[in-house]
């Protein structure tokens, strides 16, 4: 059992409950493009939802459209009921890039210092100097697996590390919906198991909302409950153990086979 957090949401069977992350209709395009198109889908408060799909297919569009950085051309986005462009209630949301940045200029800044960015609210010179938040930087880096590393500059953090650190800053306000883009991309195998088993049980013992933006079809099988099969319209939408070879080979654009051996998969 994860200790630290308290589950924020009540239970998810509760069907009267309502999407914590609705995309309706949605359109949008770049210099005329379409990225993507009537796109209609909503998350539930504890859902494990993954949206699959190849390169180019719009899954960031979404996630950028989730966090209201840019607005649909037709259709609406609504996270907790409002417009994300709107909404001031960010500190339910928690979100993990795809890599840390500031690696690449070897910004010094130590793990338990990023963390302690995820608890910013507004400018405030002091903030980073005061003692309170020591105690949930620590909590929340011993959550993620890697209390040891509190005072290890990023740039000397190994990318499964890096992703570990981009976790726990986006926990450390305790959030209800976590959302995702590719985080382990560059991670080796083990680390992405070790990244995977992390998310689980902040969703299965947590009862934390995850939408995880993702182009590989095991870990999606493996690690969701439900799934959203994008290539600029929806493909497939339902349980992730209810998808079909044809409706990956759709998506992909050539022939693709499920071949999986699990307590829900028979071998096909």
């Known amino acids: 059992m994860i200790q630290g957090l308290k589950n924020p949401i009540p239970d998810a069977e509760d069907t009267s409950l309502k999407p914590v992350l609705e995309f309706d209709e949605v359109w949008f395009g770049y210099d005329g493009e379409i990225a993507v198109q009537d796109i209609t889908f909503s998350v539930t408060p504890g859902e494990f939802m993954a949206v699959l799909g190849p390169n180019g297919s719009g899954k960031t569009t979404l996630l950028k459209l989730a966090l209201g950085l840019i607005k649909p051309q037709r259709g609406a986005v609504r996270i907790f009921g409002e417009d994300p462009r709107s909404f001031n209630g ?20 130590t793990a338990s210092e990023v963390v302690s960015y995820g608890l910013y609210k507004g400018f405030d010179p002091l903030r980073m100097f005061r003692r309170s938040s020591g105690k949930e930087v620590a909590e929340t880096l011993e959550i993620v697996g890697i209390p040891e590393l509190a005072d290890r500059r990023v740039s000397d953090m190994s990318v499964g590390q890096q992703q570990r650190m981009l976790i726990a800053r986006a ?55 439900t799934c959203a099969c994008i290539n600029r319209e929806i493909v497939f939408h339902g349980g992730v153990h209810d998808i079909r070879s044809s409706d990956l080979s759709k998506l992909y654009g050539f022939p693709v086979d499920i071949l999986l051996h699990d307590p829900n998969h028979t071998h096909r």
């Open 171 to 225: 926990l450390i306000r305790k959030p209800e919906l976590l959302l995702m883009d590719e985080p382990v991309a560059g991670v080796d195998a083990a680390g992405q198991e070790a990244f995977h088993a992390l998310v689980r049980r902040l969703n299965t013992e947590m009862g934390m909302t995850v939408m995880l933006i993702s182009h590989d079809i095991g870990a999606v099988m493996r690690e969701a409950t």
């Open 90 to 109: 960010w500190s339910r949301v928690g979100y993990v890039p795809q890599r840390v940045e500031a690696v690449q200029t070897r910004f010094p800044a």
